[in-house]
Nanobody
């Protein structure tokens, strides 16, 4: 199982970025996908998640600015980030809670991090 993230980069305050993540491999079922972020010296924190049923959850600091959605194939997740602020600067990680073929229970899988820098 692999999670491949793309997007990120450098943007000015108030700008927008779009992160995408695609899950591939021997996947039986995906329960939820989401994005987390981490800055140096701090714990990884939840940004947004979306369940297979479409229920979304956002950390308070991004509500109204970020939107998470699932792709048509349901193995992709997109995070649209608008009105970005310097405090959104972090490494963003894609996450999936999924059941792989041959597995006994749902587990967390992580993609490689992608850097988002918001600076003028």
């Amino acid at each position: 199982v692999q999670l491949q993230a793309s997007g990120g980069g450098l943007v000015q305050p108030g700008g927008s970025l779009r992160l995408s993540c695609a899950a591939s491999g021997s996947i039986f079922n995906i329960n939820a996908m989401g994005w987390y972020r981490q800055t140096p010296g701090k714990q990884r924190e939840l940004v947004a998640t979306i369940t297979s049923g479409g229920t979304t959850n956002y950390t308070d600091s991004v509500k109204g600015r970020f939107t998470i959605s699932r792709g048509g194939a349901k193995r992709t997740v997109v995070l649209q980030m608008n009105s970005l602020k310097p405090e959104d600067t972090a490494v963003y990680y894609c996450n999936a809670v999924l059941l792989a073929y041959g597995g006994s229970w749902f587990q967390d899988y992580w993609g490689q991090g992608t850097q988002v820098t918001v600076s003028s």
